[in-house]
């Protein structure tokens, strides 16, 4: 199963001509998940060829400008575009009225069914799910009410070894069984435990969003052993104050909370327009999480 | 004086990798106004190497999303880049409530103070006149409350002509009534015409913006005789039931307003993203008024 994200935007707070602000997108087995949505988001999506018709979901983490003033001209879009299929859209309460207000005042009646699902901020909570993902939401410590959030996979079932199949002329009807971790008794009356037959379920896969957020320890139960961390990293650590007054994180900071929750891959991101060169940032996160790499503009990442 | 206008979207509807929709930025001896802000106004502003902090005045035309998008996620960089002028916006009075509910979402009071003047639509008025220029707004033909906008140098002074200051021993104290227009007694008594010693004045430039809107000649009297018309043509003459359905106008159309106007030269654009070749566009306006120009993305036009 595809389980992947794509980089729209790494920058913080201004598009500049190089790095576009927020905006991760997650394939989850083909259906898009849209992490965030700053100004120019539908142009990125254009760049870099994705279809645009393919994103089911919009999960918007706070109300600050370089996370969401791309949203209402996205939508307006897919509509243009001819959109039918529903779009589900998770962010915070005032979001709606933001998204109203706008479409009402051209006069726009969408074409396809939009849903609104407010997010509480009030601890971890699942905001969405279906046979293959779960989504949770929890809160992170930034100047506005801000939520990460947290992609798993679902346990999946496990896989019947398909060298034994022919040899074991396993029937199809007892494949769901195995599947489902039964033993399997053959024609003879000989038995197999399932585990001589199947092999384990692919590991469930996990994506974190960390994004905008000072350094808090709180997330390191939400975030523990995930595959890919995105964290911020606004500064190097030599700005740590300006980080700590504008409630953002430093490459240490991001490094040692990745470093706490045992994460697989950190990756960091929503860098301050000030870093033409993002090496310096790479290399200080690298000296405390070793494997680490760097968000950039339409970069994919196979989890 | 400088006079001159910078395209910085051309297209209609959807951004696209080749074609911003709407934005103008006219150039007022170095005095820069916005006209109409899409989404990705202020990467174009970037790309085309344009000092954000001159612009003094932004007028949207409507509150189609192709129009104004980009105005939020402007004045919010413009904020975060440190501007401390003031910035004076022109629009539909609903534009104020959209502005404040984003800035108050994200909390962000700006550093630079905001002034709004909301337009009334009722006719041709006078919405800004300084010591350089005066701008009118009109109501044009759209499915929703919509304006032109016309630019008109102000009257300048006569001009004294250089070769006589010397020779006729001009006094320092005389040049003001000369520019005024009044004859000159030199001190032997000689009296000489204000039009002997002086030019006319340059004459007076205008530049009209129209869009979006269905052909009307309503607008006749408003642009008459302007240097540079802009109209919308968003379509083909092909496509005129389309045009007409959808409040827009056709290339036909724009160069016949433009003739029955007699103004010098028309330039087009707003077009729908259907045409990437937009050469038969150019001819088809030319057919009717030769004088007909594109609107590209990055180009400047002297006027």
Redesign the interface.
């Known amino acids: 199963m595809t389980f992947s994200l794509t980089i729209l935007g790494s920058n913080s ?5 190089t790095r576009n602000p927020s905006a991760h997108l997650l394939n989850v087995n083909e259906r898009l998940f849209l992490i965030d949505c700053a ?2 988001t ?2 990125q999506i ?2 870099f060829h994705v279809h645009f018709q393919r994103i089911q979901r919009i999960f918007i983490s706070h ?3 370089d996370h969401f ?2 949203l ?2 996205l939508l ?2 897919l509509h ?2 001819g959109r039918k299929e529903e779009l589900h859209i998770y962010g ?1 309460p ?2 709606k ?2 998204i109203d ?2 479409l009402g ?4 009646t969408l074409n396809y069914p939009l849903f609104f699902y407010p997010l509480s901020f009030a601890g971890y909570e699942l905001i969405y799910g279906d046979d293959k993902v779960t989504v949770h939401s929890f809160p992170l410590l930034h ?2 009410p801000t939520v990460g959030f947290i992609f798993r996979e679902k346990k999946q079932e496990r896989r019947i070894r398909k060298d034994l199949l022919a040899e074991l002329k396993i029937p199809v009807t007892e494949m769901q069984n195995l599947k489902r971790g039964r033993d399997y008794t053959d024609e003879r009356g000989r038995v197999f435990k399932n585990e001589e037959i199947t092999l384990d379920p692919p590991s469930q896969r996990s994506y974190a969003y960390c994004t905008d957020t000072a350094y808090t320890e709180a997330i390191l139960p939400f975030i523990r052993e995930c595959d890919l961390l995105y964290h911020e990293t606004t500064f190097m650590q030599n700005m740590a104050a300006s980080a700590k007054e504008k409630q953002h994180s430093t490459t240490i900071e991001a490094a040692t909370l990745a470093k706490k929750a045992n994460v697989k891959k950190l990756l960091i991101g929503h860098f301050s327009a000030r870093y033409d060169d993002l090496l310096p940032l790479l290399e200080e996160a690298r000296s405390v999480f070793p494997n680490t790499i760097l968000a950039e503009d339409g970069i994919t990442i196979a989890i």
Do not use: D, M
Not at 13 to 17: G, N
Not at 105 to 108: D, N, Y
């Open positions: 707070a201004i598009p500049t001509l100004e120019g539908q142009l254009r760049k109300l600050h400008g003033f791309g209402v001209g307006n879009s243009l575009l915070p005032l979001l009225e933001i207000l706008q005042a051209s006069k726009t100047s506005v």
